[in-house]
């Protein structure tokens, strides 16, 4: 089908692959970018490892015109776990294109040979890809940023040190011909991508049997309103495992990451508003903006494949107990905005969990966004995650404290904690146990004891009753003692760079 025939076709889904428009129809809506690449394009330097995003051999780069002026924005995803609707409108990058027409590698790619960074061979195409991300966004990194760039990415071989090597290498070779950062953000490739994009009066929404992609907040309360059992597809890193693992039919699916009203951040002088379009990749450094202390649960929370398709309300909708945003919005005393059709309500979100899975949403009702409010003067926060790896990992317990002194004397405790029920709660006895205290180590003591009141967790794989009851102790004692006169080292990452 050429472009021109299919430039306003809803059942078309079209997207830029190597400087062409590819346009595809009949395909099912949960066809992953991964099996498209692999079994339809016949690309075959994506790989699967894992169908569920944790191990990064099928990384792939999204190439998407940011809001404004700002050109295109670059960010590694997982294939394996993204359905190809969800690239309307978008260039895809793989392996291959990075090839130049007189057959040289790129400067990522060389440094991989280079720095012999390829083994079995099989993950490197992955960490190729994730480095290329980093490549097109910056001119340099250091170690620590290449590490937090390759998170998500896994080397059965272990070979990371000559990986990483490769990775600080990689900015020191000569510009290519083919995707440096000029050919980027050329205008060739924005007007080409400007081509595609469905705004004009006449381009309808994408939609097709069991797929729509509406594109205002009135399009998707209407589309929901008509079809209330529609499944709400955003990032889709949850979802998508629900059809590479779990092999589920799925329903109906609207998806949400056309809206652009939902893909705004507002920073008022009362509160901070991100819409349930915003990639946590997007949210994360805003809330660690507003509130720095937050930032290892942000570099802790998902390898940055995950962060740049998942959403920060995805998480909240999930609904998940270890969900590791929501212990940190609650202690923050946010809120969620729903809508109905016309419409619309906002709910404390320590109120919004009802019970395992369970939330107050109702047949048709979505959400739009989430609301922290400002910091409240004379508070102090830590965020806090316990798990048995630093990166890439579910926690066995998560937890968030915010706490408002006057005078020495507690006036508000706010104690949340993720894996400690069937829903992300604060623990109210143990805050009854510190208001109107004195800050001591005998009030956070009473405040431990109290825990037992507040939570009868589980025992899993990943940890015992007995050790998440511990543990949350011990992350109070820890928020006593990095807060001490003479505080304490009591974090990994304190060790490694000093305190604060």
């Not at 209330?228 to 998508?240: A, E, K, N």
């Not at 009802?354 to 830590?382: C, I, M, W």
Request: glycine letters at 8%; aromatic letters at 8%.
């Amino acid at each position: 089908m050429s472009l021109a025939s299919s430039a306003t076709d809803p059942r078309t889904v079209r997207f830029v692959l190597d400087g062409a428009v590819v346009c595809v129809a009949g395909l099912p809506a949960t066809t992953t970018v991964l099996d498209y690449l692999r079994t339809i394009a016949g690309r075959m330097g994506t790989k699967e490892g894992c169908a569920e995003g944790d191990c990064g051999a099928c990384t792939v780069v999204v190439g998407e015109l940011a809001a404004g002026a700002d050109g295109v924005r670059y960010r590694a995803v997982n294939s394996c776990i993204r359905f190809l609707p969800t690239l309307d409108g978008k260039e895809l990058i793989t392996v291959e294109s990075l090839r130049a027409r007189d057959g040289a590698l790129h400067p990522v790619q060389q440094a991989m040979v280079d720095n012999h960074a390829s083994q079995c061979g099989f993950c490197t195409p992955g960490f190729v890809m994730s480095l290329f991300a980093l490549y097109l966004n910056r001119l340099e990194a250091d170690r620590d940023e290449i590490v937090d760039t390759l998170s998500g990415n896994l080397c059965r071989c272990t070979g990371y040190r000559p990986i990483i090597d490769a990775g600080l290498k990689m900015f020191e070779y000569a510009a290519p011909s083919h995707w440096n950062r000029g050919d980027a953000q050329s205008a060739e490739r924005q007007a080409r991508l400007r081509s595609i994009q469905r705004s004009g009066a006449d381009d309808k929404p994408l939609q097709f049997a069991s797929f729509r992609a509406p594109r205002t907040l009135s399009e998707l309360a209407a589309a929901l309103e008509a079809a209330p059992y529609s499944l709400i597809l955003s990032g889709g890193t949850d979802i998508g495992l629900w059809v590479t693992k779990q092999m589920r039919d799925l329903p109906p699916m609207v998806y949400i990451g056309e809206v652009v009203e939902l893909k705004q951040i507002r920073l008022g002088e009362s509160d901070l508003w991100i819409g349930a379009g915003v990639s946590l990749a997007d949210a994360w450094p805003v809330l660690v903006g507003a509130f720095p202390e937050l930032a290892e649960q942000a570099r802790r929370f998902a390898s940055p494949p995950i962060c740049n398709a998942a959403t920060l309300c995805g998480n909240i909708a999930n609904g998940s107990p270890i969900g590791d945003s929501l212990p940190a919005l609650i202690a923050l005393g946010a809120s969620v905005d729903l809508r109905k059709g016309a419409k619309a309500r906002r709910v404390r979100l320590e109120q919004f969990f009802l019970g395992y899975q369970k939330k107050d949403l109702a047949l048709g009702e979505f959400v739009v966004g989430v609301s922290v409010p400002s910091r409240t003067p004379g508070s102090r926060l830590a965020s806090y995650k316990v798990s048995k790896r630093v990166d890439q990992d579910i926690s066995a317990v998560c937890a968030t404290f915010s706490v408002t002194f006057e005078r020495g004397i507690v006036t508000e405790a706010r104690l949340a904690f993720g894996g400690m029920a069937s829903v992300p709660k604060r623990a109210a006895h143990a805050e009854a146990a510190l208001v109107g205290k004195n800050w001591t180590l005998d009030a956070i003591e009473a405040a431990i004891a109290a825990l037992g009141q507040d939570f009868t967790p589980l025992t899993d794989m990943r940890a015992s009753s007995v050790y998440r009851l511990r543990a949350a102790g011990n992350l109070l004692r820890r928020f006593f003692l990095e807060g001490a006169s003479e505080p304490k080292a009591v974090r990994t990452f304190d060790v490694a760079a000093g305190l604060g």
